[in-house]
């Protein structure tokens, strides 16, 4: 889900435009409480608090927020469980609350979903969470999906989904202007199995060249593939800093800073970004990882006919968001919520998730599943959504280390890019100067 990452490694705001801090969305919920004694319900009902951000799939299905309904299924196969999810407004709300929670052991939530740059900060505190590898045996995640939530032989985060990317791109504003538009053709063009960033960029120039329109949104959302295509970028795997020193790091973000002129110089989930997805003189391609065509729909509305998906991606493989479920240790109905999450991440669930709100599942058997790789999508251009995604998947090839200080690295280039990019007040020799200064105070 991004899924789900909202400096651009986190979950993206809510689908569309959810504007209160958090909203509850759960079968029943009538008011939330941090206290541990709101377990039970009036009716003896054991009640599961649980916190998201942008769309996880799992609730009932609106027209803001598609679903599987799953809430309501398990809830039916357990008569005794209540579930409320709260939604909050964005990933940076949710990781807030869940810091909050964590540290001070208030049991605000029974589960929460945790995208997966928050993990390497988790794995730094595994005693906080419930280990779940005995819950979820009959699990059968991709191997890196597990691997990158476990410490010591402790599964501290359940899979949920993963974020293959493929290029998203509008067909109309490239056949307006003569480029290649169709799926095969625009593969092609932007450099087919031998993609790189360089071809991806080159054929950027042509477009911005010709049309005088962005060919993409915004650096940062470039340079979250760009960076998760490195196997240590900011932390070496013995846990140093190595940010500053690490000439793969330079070369990136000089080579992406050049680009500055096919940029649509926009904010990642600002109200001007939004707006952009359907507009005559928006940006024409977006890194695409599969949560995120949510996010396109909402900002377009359903009807919208332009958008379109290639497979293919720069550099070969690329991952972009994916969350996991956790259980805080101090939550009063831990084993419970534990049993919750080991269902909502078994394949039957994550099948229906794919093919209801279009997050990827990071399940095996999800994946080989013929509902999920005979998936079309007619907002797409009926695109085989199914097919290209496992493609996308399986092209992913480098898993990168994060250690627990790579999300605020991450945050801190972030916002250097956008000084350069969205705000233009540094040249990027100035922010990258600043970042270092940024990096430095960190380490």
Known sequence: MQGKEDEMNKFKPALASVTALAMIVGLGAC???????????????ITIKVQTFNNPGFGKPTSERPGADLWAKYEKA???VKIEETAAASSDDARAA???????????YDVYVAEVDWMPSLLAMP?????????????DWVAWKSESATVDGKL????TDIGPEGICYRADLLEKAGFPSDRESVAEWLGGDDATWDSFFKAGKEYTEKTGLPWYDSMASNWQSMINQVEESYVSKDDKIIAADNAKIKNLYDQLTAT??????????SDDWNAAFKSDTGFATIQCPAWLINNIKG??????????IADVFPGGGGNWGGSYLVVPESSPVKDEAAKL???????????????????????????ASSDVSSKTDTYLNDAPTGKIFANRAKAYDIVPYKGSQYFDIQTKMVDALNRVDATQEQTPDQAWKQWLEDVKALS
């Open 31 to 45: 008011g939330s409480s941090n206290s541990s004694s709101d377990s039970s319900s009036a009716d003896g009902k």
């Open 78 to 80: 357990h008569p005794n």
């Open 98 to 108: 869940f810091n909050t929670a964590i540290s001070t052991g208030s049991n605000a």
């Open 127 to 139: 005693d906080k969470f419930v280990d779940l590898s005995s819950y979820t045996k009959d699990n």
């Open 156 to 159: 501290i985060g359940a899979g």
């Open 260 to 269: 500055k002129d096919m940029s649509a110089h926009l904010t990642q989930w």
């Open 299 to 308: 900002n377009t509305g359903e009807d919208f006919q332009g958008w379109d």
């Open 341 to 367: 999450v080991a269902w909502l991440t078994e394949a039957d669930q994550q099948v229906s998730v794919f093919t209801t709100a279009n997050n990827y599942p990071s399940s095996e058997g999800a994946q």
